[in-house]
């Protein structure tokens, strides 16, 4: 890993919020708990500082206490840097702005951060994607091919629930893309954008300035969409694993996904590492009737119960004689004694009584707000 | 500049502990791996951060590279604080040349400089050689309470054990009237826990004498504690009954991981009033798979299990393959247990890899002659190739 000081990142952890508004109701999308550990943020921030970026701004814009608890000065990640380092950009109200509609308002509301960053490159990326990139390729490939905007995409068979919540990219030989579609109505094998995009600082600016100027907002439908034909905009094919978290359905499935060997393999990476907040949680501890099959189980776990099929965040208890079965339990939720827990997704301080009985469905799985007592 | 201190920590971690063998090889004592995550200087480093104490120097001099590694700007602790935090203290060159610590008082006396930055009204003595949580400030207020000169911590042990330890004879007021190292016929039960409080003028005075003293060994058992003694300055003993376990050998260090795992044992990792930290590994959670069974067991982050699991205690980033079976045994980070391995009664080192079918140790009912068995050892970095065997007892560091 090589020190990449010519690119700065920056990642909008506020974007896509409305897709999960259960998960965001008290957090941004950025904080949403991911994968027994992870928040939503690590997986962009760890991809980052992997690629050698040691710059990054996070921009925010509401229920953002919890992103600042998670990130800190940013040295879970490597990122408390005298040069460089991490930057959090929560909205800066002067005249004419404050509040953000979108994308290059935001930019425009952090004009000054981005303009006193020696970089050369902007990274932009938000936090509704799940996958590892390395980012160095993809800023090679933006300088090599002379583009104005590179935007990464992925393909992915869609629904058509998840093309309402997707921009969709028709791409040539050439990787020019030469068609846009901004939440269509459409399903099937599509070039979905991960929402990483790469422009020159100089480009970028240009882009905000203007934008700001009109009063537009949106970079897909301003940018990306009005300009697709003056504009060299050229697609990056991401051939890894991804999931694309746009709602609490797919969510569940993105965290089941990892149980799977061959996705876990995908994600974490030896030499490419998915940092995140430390907790200081004692190891495991699995009591003498515990039986535990196909599960992810974060440290601190106290399991003395059934579990199968299951996400366990740090700190959960399960006590004697409770089953639990696809269910994803988030940090220090209790289950009591003789529970029966099927599809349920339990917030942050979930207390489940002793023999309760919860049942959800595969694909609308129960989700037990934050904090909440049954 | 540098600001006063009402007690600094200094922390005993040079010794080679050669009665842990191959898991010392290349480590100090104090940084062999400990309970599934930790290494057992987490424990004094832990207990001083939670008893308010930010200034502690470790005195290192044994195969000091992982510990100082580990160690690094004590950030894990709380301990890279601007005025004070942990500092690693190995033997240095002088003007006057260079030297060894020749003894627990003469690393302290070697450091009387580094102290003195401080200018602590008291001095705590740990070692990096036991598990226990103990809140050191309470043993402070006890020192300042009795006006004592040095205040050593004792815990009442049975009259068998009281041998193997330094034994308090003690007043009705607590005061030390006498001290055996390892008695035969022990006179009291009242064992010394290694941990001492000096109020710093005194303890300074008595190094210097000590290291002036040519026939001395330089030990604060054999030396500075009898001398205090015979002097007839105040020594006081401090009951401690919370759980404390010498961790010096193989046997011992056995037994303190899975004390982990019986309910009856006081030593709670998961109280969140007195976390034990340590540096985290940075991976994802355990994966517990479909073939697997785990009972009675603690295991860390990054493992992969798909074997059989009893009685154990699995680092991070351990993988345990299908049909692999671990029981009362101990796996320390990194290692692989292949398909078929049977692991029993036994501690494997870090970064190990046991082949297909190998097996390594074995319970104790199945020996007849019980002199015969004992905890096998597997040392840090070492492959056991297919089939092979590793006997009970057996301390093995090379690949076999």
């Known amino acids: ?374 | 500049m540098y600001i006063k201190k009402d007690c600094v920590a200094m922390l005993l971690a040079g010794g080679q502990g050669s009665r842990l063998y191959a898991l010392t090889q290349n480590m100090a004592k104090p940084a062999v791996p400990y309970g599934g995550k930790y290494r057992i200087i987490d424990f004094p480093l832990s207990n001083c951060i939670n008893s308010g104490i930010d200034t502690v120097g470790v005195l290192t001099q044994y195969q000091p590279l992982v510990l100082h590694d580990y160690i690094g700007t004590g950030q894990p602790w709380d301990l890279d604080n601007i005025h004070g935090g942990v500092h690693s203290l190995p033997p240095f060159q002088t003007a006057l040349g260079a030297q060894w610590y020749k003894g627990t008082a003469n690393a302290i006396y070697q450091n009387i400089s580094f102290v003195d930055r401080y200018d602590p009204e008291y001095v705590i003595i740990l070692s990096g050689d036991h598990i226990y949580k103990m809140d050191y400030s309470k043993m402070l207020n006890y020192h300042k309470k009795t006006e004592a000169d040095a205040t050593i911590a004792v815990l009442d042990v049975s009259l068998e054990e009281a041998s193997r330890f330094g034994i308090m004879i003690t007043d009705d007021n607590d005061k030390i009237v006498d001290f055996e190292e390892k008695p035969k016929e022990p006179r009291s039960t009242l064992a010394s826990m290694g941990i001492y409080i000096f109020t710093w003028k005194k303890l300074r005075k008595y190094l210097i004498d000590n290291e002036n003293d040519e026939t001395a060994s330089k030990d604060f058992g054999k030396d500075i504690i009898p001398n205090m003694l015979k002097d007839n300055q105040k020594l006081v003993a401090y009951h401690f009954d919370g759980y404390w376990k010498d961790v010096g050998t193989i046997d011992s260090l056995w037994e303190a991981n899975m004390d982990l795992l019986n309910p009856n044992i006081p030593l709670d990792l998961y109280d969140p009033t007195w976390k034990i930290y340590s540096r985290n590994p940075i991976m994802p959670p355990q994966y517990i798979g479909n073939d697997a069974t785990v009972e009675n067991s603690m295991i860390s982050e990054g493992c992969v299990i798909n074997g059989n699991i009893d009685f154990s205690i699995i680092f991070a980033g351990v993988t345990i393959e299908q049909g692999a079976v671990v029981r009362d045994s101990i796996i320390m980070p990194g290692s692989v247990i292949k398909s078929g391995a049977v692991i029993e009664y036994s501690i494997v080192g870090e970064d190990c890899v046991i082949e297909e079918y190998a097996t390594i140790g074995a319970r104790p009912e199945t020996i007849s002659d019980k002199s015969e068995w004992g905890v096998a050892v597997v040392g840090h970095n070492v492959t056991v190739s297919e089939g092979a065997k590793v006997l009970p007892k057996q301390i093995i560091s090379e690949n076999i």
């Open chain 1, 1 to 374: 890993m090589n020190e990449n000081t010519n690119v700065l990142g920056l990642i909008f952890a506020n974007m896509h919020d409305h897709t999960v508004v259960d998960l965001t109701k008290e957090r941004t999308m950025g904080s949403i708990l991911f994968g027994g550990r992870y928040r939503l943020i690590d997986f962009p921030l760890s991809n980052m500082v992997n690629s050698g970026i040691s710059e990054v701004g996070v921009i925010t814009k509401s229920n953002y206490q919890s992103l600042l608890d998670h990130l800190g000065s940013g040295r879970e990640w490597d990122l408390a840097r005298k040069k460089g380092g991490l930057h959090l950009l929560p909205p800066f109200g002067h005249v004419g702005s404050g509040i953000y509609r979108g994308r290059l308002e935001a930019l425009y509301g952090v004009w000054q951060f981005v303009k006193n960053s020696p970089a050369e490159y902007v990274l932009l990326s938000d936090c509704d994607i799940i996958t590892s990139i390395d980012y160095e390729k993809v800023i090679k490939q933006h300088i090599d091919s002379l583009a104005d905007i590179t935007v990464v995409y992925g393909k992915s068979i869609l629904s058509m629930e998840q093309a309402v919540n997707s921009t969709v990219l028709s791409v040539n030989d050439d990787d020019r893309i030469f068609d846009i579609l901004l939440n269509p109505q459409i399903s099937g094998a599509c070039n979905v954008s991960l929402n990483m995009f790469v422009l020159s600082k100089e480009f970028l600016k240009n882009i905000v300035l203007s934008a700001a100027s009109r009063n537009q907002y949106s970079f897909e439908r301003d940018v990306l969409q009005a300009h697709i034909k003056d504009y060299k905009i050229m697609g990056y094919m991401h051939e890894g694993y991804f999931s694309k978290i746009d709602s609490i359905s797919n969510y569940y499935k993105a965290n089941i996904a990892l149980l799977n060997h061959e996705i876990r393999e995908k994600l974490f990476i030896d030499k490419a590492p998915i940092y995140t907040k430390i907790r200081d949680n004692a190891p495991v501890k699995y009591g003498l009737d515990s039986n535990v099959k196909n599960s992810l189980i974060a440290d601190g776990c106290i399991i003395e119960g059934t579990v199968e099929n299951s996400i366990l965040f740090r700190g959960v208890k399960v006590a004697k004689g409770a089953t639990i079965k696809n269910s994803i339990l988030m940090q220090d939720t209790v289950i009591g004694q003789k529970c029966d827990i099927n599809y349920v997704i339990t917030d942050k301080k979930v207390m489940i009584g002793n023999f309760r009985l919860l049942t959800g469905s595969q694909y609308y799985p129960l989700y037990v707000g934050k904090g909440a007592t049954i």
